[in-house]
């Protein structure tokens, strides 16, 4: 296998786990959608499902980060990469019912488009032959 396919091949593999992460964390956000604790049996087994998607998507984000951190992306794409595992994830485990994972998300998600875009890009040196 040449050097240039392996390139592609584990870009390709870190890229899907950060828009698996993406898909979990908003799979978990719509499933939490809902204001202040009601105590009707479908709201509460939401919220439940809706926390363990978005732990779900922060266990992805976190790989992808260290992923990206061992093949030696930039920092920065690590930590784009790492924001919606620290703040959703990390938000969501604080608090319960509320939607403060929801503001997290409007600040944690561009984030990791743009590490996803500066990963792919590969804003720094290409991979020699």
């Keep these: 296998m040449s050097l240039r396919f392996r390139y592609w091949a584990w870009t390709g593999f870190w890229a ?6 993406m898909a979990f964390m908003l799979m978990g ?12 049996p ?22 992808a980060a260290v992923q990206a951190w061992v ?3 930039p920092r920065w794409v690590a930590a784009c990469v ?5 703040m959703i994830g990390g ?3 604080v608090t319960y019912p509320n939607l403060a994972p929801h503001l997290a998300a409007v600040f944690a998600l561009p984030a990791a488009v743009a590490g ?3 990963g792919v890009l590969r804003w720094h040196q290409p991979v020699d032959e």
């Design 16 to 21: 899907a786990l950060v828009v698996v992460s």
């Design 29 to 40: 956000l719509w499933r939490r959608i809902f204001f202040g604790y009601t105590p009707i």
């Design 71 to 73: 093949q030696r992306y």
């Design 82 to 86: 790492a924001a919606p595992a620290v």
């Design 91 to 93: 938000v969501a485990v």
């Design 42 to 63: 479908e709201f509460v087994e939401d919220l439940r499902v809706g926390n363990q998607f978005l732990l779900a998507g922060s266990a992805f984000s976190v790989a």
């Design 116 to 118: 996803l875009l500066g």
